[in-house]
């Protein structure tokens, strides 16, 4: 590949495991909350945060341990028996984001009657989701939220640091300290920002510098040597 011609895109892996999810102050309360299934107050519980906070991650463990389907609102059709395929717990990823009310509305109380289990995630606590079906709205007000808050610092530098493994680079612990006081705080920033770092490395066959990352951050990609 000649100097600047752009790497082909394969695909990176995110780690989902447990043993990848980092616990810290932000997020020790969900990780609480999911630690108590099945003893849960109600046949449901929301994960509600920011964007790219860990949502996803933490239902995906759950999703293991607890035997459930992992879905999206587009997968949302048809009968309960249907969409559970035998299973008695389920996962909706982003339910805040348009969902059919009233399949939701059958699904949930089909687990409330087979003594099953629904996650839902969201940006927002379910209270304040645009649902119209009155039944769906006063059932899923009453569920407990488990919040996943802003990340800090300590939490910051973890994260970032998992995200570059999960593109299998290795970068010395100066790079981690100069990225953290310098990109938004949030982790769909910090995930822009390291696949940037990866993509211009690949183009230029270089290894993750501090003076390569400098160039990323002023955007002045071509720069970096």
Partial sequence: MNAGQLPLEFEHQPAFGRADFVVAEANRG???????????????????????????????????RAGAKLMSTRELVGSPEVILQGRRSVVIDAADEGVDERTLLHLYNHLAEISGHLLLTGRLPPARWPIRLPDLHSRLAAIPVAFVQSPDEVLLEAVLIKLFADRQLRVAPEIVSYLIPRIERSFGAMQDVVGKIDRVALTGHRNVSLILVRSVLDGNDQGAK
């Fill in 30 to 64: 969900a990780v609480a909350w999911l630690d108590r299934w099945p003893d849960w107050p109600a046949p449901a519980l929301a994960l509600a945060g920011p964007p790219a906070c860990g949502k996803t991650h933490l239902a995906s463990i759950w999703a293991e």
